[in-house]
Nanobody, 133 residues
């Protein structure tokens, strides 16, 4: 079974930075699309950033220019560098990977489909990010 474990969340003041990590077991990031999603209380799940197997990246407009997704294929770890954090970034952050690994999924498609259809992806347990003064 695929296991995704996030870490790196915490509390930070507005303008601060955090780096999230997601270690995968049983799922090679280098061969498949993966991404970061977030969900705040009372709000729908939102796709933040995704990267496909060719390194093509897609960002949500809400995080573009502030967040950077990357991966270390040797360590099979996905990262999300979050800079210039805002209170509205506060949410539970999840890493995810498509369940249908036999079919290529573009990063943009993954962000849209996984947010709307949770069964479209494997999900980690999440790591909480709180941005407040």
């Amino acid at each position: 079974h695929v296991l995704l474990v996030e870490s790196g969340g915490g509390s930070v003041q507005p303008g601060g930075s955090l780096r999230l990590s997601c270690k995968a077991s049983g799922y090679p990031y280098s061969r498949h699309t993966s991404g970061w999603f977030r969900q705040a209380p009372g709000k729908e799940r939102e796709g933040g950033a995704a990267m496909d197997c060719d390194g093509v990246i897609s960002y949500a407009d809400s995080v573009k220019g502030r967040f950077t997704i990357s991966r270390d294929n040797a360590q099979n770890t996905l990262y999300l560098q979050m800079n210039s954090l805002k209170p509205e970034d506060s949410a539970m952050y999840y890493c995810a990977a498509p369940t249908h690994t036999g079919l290529p999924v573009h990063a943009t498609t993954f962000l849209r489909q996984a947010a709307m259809e949770p069964d479209f992806a494997y999900w980690g347990q999440g790591t909480q990010v709180t941005v407040s003064s």
